[in-house]
């Protein structure tokens, strides 16, 4: 199979060549939030730079802003197999999970319940306890394996004989790489009448999704994470964005995904978000921009593969350093490469500090997926390290890691 040029994309990252006391910078927190190649730096300056504006009025500026909103619909559309009418658009999924829902709960009553997963980064657990408490619901928590972090769905399938009303499961955790099985989750969800809220924010960097074909009935993804500005999209099955009601203003749309939309968006962002979606696509092949990106998406999860069967090789060698998580390199399927590690008994902080000393970027602490630090007990001690890596990490950037860490190990 044909593979990234690694050395040649790198060169389209500005930010990649940043130096900390004269080294490279190593950017190991993609998980946090990745860097942008040129084109989306130049789509987002150049909206601004050709005349800012709002949507639906009678000159040239303004429908140069319809345009670019209708382009980025059509981009995410590509990126996670929608139509682009599904395709919602706000300030970040944290914003579009609340306003969801606040939309989704007004169906909602006493004795309904929802289900939310240990592995879900906050954004996907806070919003649906706060709108259950508001009516009356019930929250069961599906919990994990602790020792493989993998979701516990004996737990998941006792938990629908309850009949919830909603599953909000993680497609892949920020925190520890797990990736949940999504098409059996839906397939039980669904078999017990429960619509399914996927959060893709940390997926959406290593992994293309098919969102009609998984049968999901909303996804939230975050570009940030996917090399594009900030900016939060949410697919919604167009049945359910037609039905549900919105909190909106009265001349905002009646119908579509502009009736989600509340206020204006930052075009500028949307401007990116299809120069995300574009860069992504020019890594493969194809003859449309999708199958672009299915090829783009192999070449990326081949090169991650790569570099997290290095890093797990090399961290076997230190017997200092706990994963937490997936080690096996036969089952790196079921994980993306983000590592959350212990460093003996060194604070996180101290060991992200050291790391950042040396120019390689590490988050420490829970990093919001507080139910995961949770449930593994490790948050009395200022949660883990974490490692990640996206598709212009390199393995010398692994092997500098590694060695730093045997140092702090030392
Ligand atoms: C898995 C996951 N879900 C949700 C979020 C929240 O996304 P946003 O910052 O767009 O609100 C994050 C951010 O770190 C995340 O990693």
Known sequence: MPSLD???????????????????????DGPGGTQAPDSVIAAVGGYLGRGNSNLGGAFDTSREADEVEAAARNAVADLIGSDPHEVVFGQNMTSLTFSMSRALAREWGPGDGVVVTSLDHDANVSPWRMAAADRGARVEVVGIDPDDTTLDLAALERAL???????????????????????DIVAMAHAAGALVYVDAVHHSAHRLTDVHALGADFL?????????PHTGLLYGKAEHLERLTAYKVRPAPEKGPGKWETGTQSFESLAGVTAAVDYLASLGKGSDRRARLGDAFSRIREHEE??????????????????FGITSPHRLDERVAT?????????????????????VLVWD????????????????RGGLVRIGFVHYNTESEVDRTLDLLEQITG
């Open 6 to 28: 690694v050395q040649l994309l790198r060169g389209r990252f500005p930010a990649l060549a940043r130096e900390t006391s004269g080294r490279a910078t190593a950017f190991l």
């Open 161 to 183: 004989s309850g009949r919830p009303r909603l599953v909000a499961v993680t497609a892949a955790s920020n925190a520890v790489g797990t990736v949940t099985p999504l098409a």
């Open 220 to 228: 939230a993804a975050s570009a940030y994470k996917f090399f594009g």
């Open 306 to 323: 790569g570099l997290s069967l290095r890093f797990l090789r090399g961290l076997s060698e230190l017997p200092a350093v706990r994963v």
């Open 339 to 359: 590592f959350a590690i212990a460093v003996g008994e060194v604070a996180p902080r101290e060991v992200a500090a050291r790391l950042g000393s040396e120019g």
């Open 365 to 380: 602490g829970h990093y919001y997926a507080v139910a995961v630090m949770e449930a593994l007990g490790v948050l009395d």
